[in-house]
């Protein structure tokens, strides 16, 4: 696999932008009410959309929603932020599509969502290659947008916009340890895995406080990956909590937390007291949501916020949020030869490709090696074609491939045609909501500065408060 397969894998090692590239719950694109829609008109936005399977730290279960303690909770907060981002260093494919936009353009919905350009990111391994990312940044935000993600519903940035990110990830560097670093996952994996590259740098080492410098800076709650990537949120959460350590322990916070208390309502400070006790005695994950729910409604300061969310979890002041790794299914979209969908097997659709060349390409597709003749009877499940069909096409046309097929009444090309279609329909939205930009690129460079202008000042809030924490100077 090459690094712009890697993009949601790696760029959301801890973002999920592609949490592995099929990763998905695929929606139906003939049927509206499952199919997400963009608005290709007024600025030429586009919207975007995620299936969420929610984790906590190290454990996975699809279809649970986690919880800020590190458990399960079935309703997570619907305005809570959720930061993912992409490395650009090679054109989307249908497999970034259905791995990723797809759950994305969802995410925006029910969360305050940050979506940003790991242009950092890519040199860690693309740094002797630098016209790699200045040639595909506009033409990936572009796929974005045309994929349906919304610029007025989601912040949309570029990394190297916002020297926060760099400033976060130095000052996380002098309180991290080397071990935690060297034992990421895929740390040794991918030096394996690109041997043709030289990575023994310290940038490629130092990704993942990059990452989780990127998702801290944000307060983000929530980082929508796949299984694989794990690891890097829990990382994320050690941060953390080591930084919460150090720099939030205060003298006089018990003296501050009782000033707190009796200036709120005196039974919703009874209700914070109770949530406490039941969660540090008895662990109870769901009288800990509450108490942190009601905290968060509190008309108070940040610090103030900070000091009571983390009395309430038993530590000292709470100034980095722990974030909650936010799972994706795994599924993985077969390319062209029946192997997974990447650029470097040669196997990928891109979301804007030439329809005829999509149509020649899916027409070539290997099928069940079994039908030798049109005659001889197949069984969908050997056939790469099928896995396509179970992502793009309806249960009436799935129910007609596989009776047709099992009896040899329908050949290999009349199974494919109703992909083609599907597969023509869908790239002809992606056509339609990016049009707009590539005649206006100046629309995307316009977004993008509004954008970063809006990441930039939640930003600079954690880092003032960081700043404080560790003793430095304000800004003159």
Not at 37 to 52: C, D, I, T
Not at 145 to 156: N, Q
């Amino acid at each position: 696999m090459d690094e712009s397969d890697r993009v949601a894998s790696d760029a959301a090692r801890v973002y999920a932008a592609s949490p592995t590239e099929g990763a998905a719950n695929h929606r139906h694109p003939d049927n509206p009410s499952e199919n997400p829609s963009g608005n290709a008109s007024g600025n030429a936005s586009g919207n975007l959309s995620p299936r969420l399977s929610a984790h906590p730290s190290g454990n996975l279960s699809p279809r649970l929603s986690a919880h800020p303690s590190g458990n399960f909770s079935p309703n997570p907060p619907t305005r809570d932020a959720v930061l993912s981002g992409m490395r650009p260093t090679g054109a989307l494919h249908l497999g970034h599509y259905h791995g990723a936009l797809v759950n994305w353009v969802a995410l925006q919905d029910r969360y305050r969502s940050f979506f940003f350009v790991a242009d950092w990111h890519a040199l860690t391994t693309h740094y002797a290659s630098p016209e790699v990312i200045r040639n595909n940044v506009r033409e990936m935000v572009i796929d974005w947008l045309a994929a349906g993600i919304d610029p007025e519903r989601s912040v949309i940035f570029v990394q190297s916009q916002l020297p926060q990110h760099a400033e976060l990830h130095l000052l996380l560097s002098m309180c991290t340890p080397l071990g935690w670093l060297e034992r990421v996952p895929s740390y040794k994996d991918q030096q394996a895995n690109l041997s043709d590259k030289d990575l023994t740098t310290y940038g490629f080492l130092g990704y993942p406080l990059l990452q989780a410098a990127d998702i801290l800076v944000y307060q983000a709650a929530w980082v929508p990956v796949g299984e694989d990537q794990v690891p890097h949120v829990e990382l994320t959460r050690e941060v953390a909590r080591r930084f919460n350590h150090l720099y939030g322990r205060e003298t006089d916070l018990d003296t501050r937390i009782t000033g707190l208390l009796s200036s709120i309502n005196a039974n919703l400070g009874q209700e914070l007291r109770t949530g406490r006790q039941a969660w540090l005695e008895g662990g109870d994950h769901e009288a800990l949501r509450l108490a942190q729910q009601r905290i968060g409604q509190l008309p108070c300061d940040p610090a103030n916020r900070q000091r009571l969310l983390g009395w309430l979890a038993g530590g000292g002041r709470q100034i980095l949020r722990e974030p909650q790794a936010l799972l994706t299914e795994a599924s993985r979209l077969p390319g062209v030869d029946g192997r997974k969908m990447s650029k470097s097997y040669g196997n990928a659709i891109a979301m804007r490709d030439d329809p005829a060349q999509v149509e020649t390409r899916i027409r070539r597709m290997p099928t069940d090696p079994a039908r030798v003749r049109r005659t001889d009877p197949g069984d969908p499940e050997r056939c790469p074609v099928w896995e396509l069909h179970k992502v793009y096409c309806p249960a009436s046309v799935r129910s007609w491939v596989q009776e047709g097929c099992r009896a040899a009444a329908i050949g290999c090309m009349d199974c494919k045609r109703p992909l083609i279609d599907a597969v023509l329909d869908e790239q002809q939205r992606f056509r339609h909501r990016a049009e707009p930009y590539l005649r206006d690129p100046e629309a995307v460079d316009a977004m993008l500065r509004k954008g970063c202008e809006t990441a930039a000042e939640v930003a600079e809030q954690t880092m003032v408060e960081v700043r404080s924490s560790m003793g430095l100077m304000a800004r003159l």
